[in-house]
């Protein structure tokens, strides 16, 4: 099965669904790990290009480490937009080279508009990338997508229909994450966070509910020719 993560922003899979990810991959399956925006924003001390460039190295690290193929569409941080064709053309492409058979992306109503509107583009291109009349150099995928949709930042406003067990691969996504250092301190500068220890908290928070150590929560995309009768995740 070929699986397509589809995050904002460099760190943002390996804290929402870096345990489902590395499950994937140990099963067998191909996992392409896509972040739109590179991360060019988040810093005190480097430039907008020499922080791009630091997080991006960061983003191929972490997808080495749980044995996924890394891509940076290379938006900048804060300008991921729904409505702008050449963007809405990148994803089409996107989603036609990598061809998923599932894809796993942002909460429709998480905290941070390239979160949304990364969620939107993948609704709508995904649609968009089968339809043979929508013309780029890729060819046309052959089937509308299944997406999930994967937990909000610190859970809130999520409610999992799903969830994916990721005890046996914890220390693998945690190592996944800590790859992303230049994040870890721009957040711990901006927010006075650690974002090692709330992917942790929530991780044990979605255990508990599904009655093991860690787990990831998901909800699948209800919509037409979106449904399947079973289960895709791990």
Known sequence: MRVL???A????????CGGTLARFVREG???VMCHAANGNKGS????SQEIGLIRTGEAQRAAEICGATHINLGLSDGEVLASDRAQRSLFVDLIRDARPDVIITHSPADYHTDHNETSRLVFDTSFLATVPLVVTERPVHD?????YYMDTVAGLGFVPTEFV???EVMETKEAMLRAH???LSWI???DDGDIVEQMKTVSAFRGQQCGVRYAEGFAACLAALRCTTHRLLP
Request: glycine share 4%.
């Open 9 to 16: 922003h460099p760190d943002d899979l390996e804290t929402l």
């Open 181 to 183: 250092e230049s994040q």
């Open 29 to 31: 399956h191909e996992v």
């Open 44 to 47: 005190y001390v480097h430039t």
């Open 165 to 167: 067990d990721i005890t």
């Open 188 to 190: 711990k500068d901006h």
């Open 143 to 147: 089937k509308v997508t299944p997406i």
């Open 5 to 7: 993560a589809v995050g």
